[in-house]
């Protein structure tokens, strides 16, 4: 059995089983969810190469360097054209540094202070900001359903939050910087779709985020120097893999979800990361998989599942004016 014929069946699987959602929000879903288990796996890889002597913007430069060859191939492969109308691609280019560039390196700035699940559970605050953001910006009508969801995954992401350690945090400078990835996260998001950036090939979108914004680290490390080059062999190779899974397939997969979805029921959907991060750090980090953390999960699994049947997400109506 081919790849396709493989991804076909699992498609007609997804639509038997949630049979009130269109074949494209199936996808959209399918597709989201992916991209949350890659984006969660992140944590790991990022704190093996810190113990490694990595910095926040040394990952995230290679993050996005490693990527560009393997678009390119791509691109050159499927015959893509690299040319865009230069206002959508200063836009591309814009919403790809805030997205790819700000918020990751907020995001691994926040980890020294506040601990990576601390950190990682302020920056999944974005689907709620992405939401409020449609709303006040965009006259999107949420719903009592979708605000009810928006509730109850807001609770199991504070379920995640150690509160002993908070009361033990000294520096608020990783607080800030987690909670604000978070805004730039969704300042990203809704962008993607506002612009219509989503109903661009999704290859050239990931391909001109990686080049963007490992332009702006690059720039960002003349005056900071805050770049390591030299790290072990190994350190370069959970980099790479990082690059594969996260800056290639994970972008990738996230740019559908937000074309099929929309941007605050992708960002939602998106809230499975965290659930992966959970698990992915007490597989690999011997982290503490505690009671409240379980209970974060299957809020945020049944918010989700909620979310299947909303309506709104099976017609995509998103950011109607009033």
């Known amino acids: 059995m081919n790849n396709d014929s493989t991804v076909k069946y699992f498609m007609q699987g997804v639509a038997y089983a949630l049979p009130q959602v269109p074949p494209n929000k199936c996808k959209g879903i399918i597709f989201t969810i992916l991209s949350a288990f890659l984006f969660g796996i992140t944590p790991v890889l990022t704190s093996l190469t810190y113990n490694m002597g990595g910095t926040p913007e040394t990952v995230t430069l290679f993050r996005n360097l490693f990527a560009i060859p393997v678009l390119l191939l791509t691109l050159w492969l499927k015959k893509i054209p690299l040319s865009l109308p230069l206002p959508v691609l200063r836009n591309l280019v814009l919403f790809g540094i805030i997205g790819g560039g700000i918020t990751t390196l907020l995001l691994y700035m926040s980890y020294p202070y506040v601990g990576i ?74 962008g993607v779709e506002k612009k219509k950036i989503d109903q661009l090939n999704p290859w050239l979108i990931i ?40 800056s290639l397939f994970a972008v990738l997969l996230l740019q559908l979800g937000i074309k099929y979805l929309g941007a605050s029921a992708a960002a939602i959907f998106s809230l499975f990361e965290p659930v992966t991060s959970i698990i992915s750090g007490g597989m690999f980090l011997n982290e503490t998989i505690t009671v409240g953390k379980i209970m974060g999960c299957i809020l945020i699994s049944f918010a989700v599942i909620l979310l299947t049947t909303n309506k709104q997400v099976q017609t995509r109506e998103v950011c109607n004016e009033d």
């Open 207 to 246: 391909f001109y985020i990686a080049v963007s914004v490992s332009i702006f680290m690059l720039l960002y490390s003349i005056p900071t120097n805050k770049i390591v080059l030299l790290l072990p062999l190994k350190a370069y190779f959970y980099m790479f893999v990082l690059s594969m899974l996260t």
């Open 117 to 190: 699940g601390t950190a990682t559970t302020l920056h999944f605050l974005y689907p709620i900001f992405v939401c409020l953001m449609c709303r006040i910006f965009f006259k999107e009508r949420l719903g009592l359903q979708k605000i009810i969801v928006l509730f109850i995954a807001g609770a199991g992401i504070l379920c995640f939050i150690d509160v002993k350690q908070i009361t033990q945090i000294t520096h608020i400078t990783g607080l800030v910087l987690a909670g604000v990835s978070g805004i730039t996260y969704a300042i990203y998001m809704v």
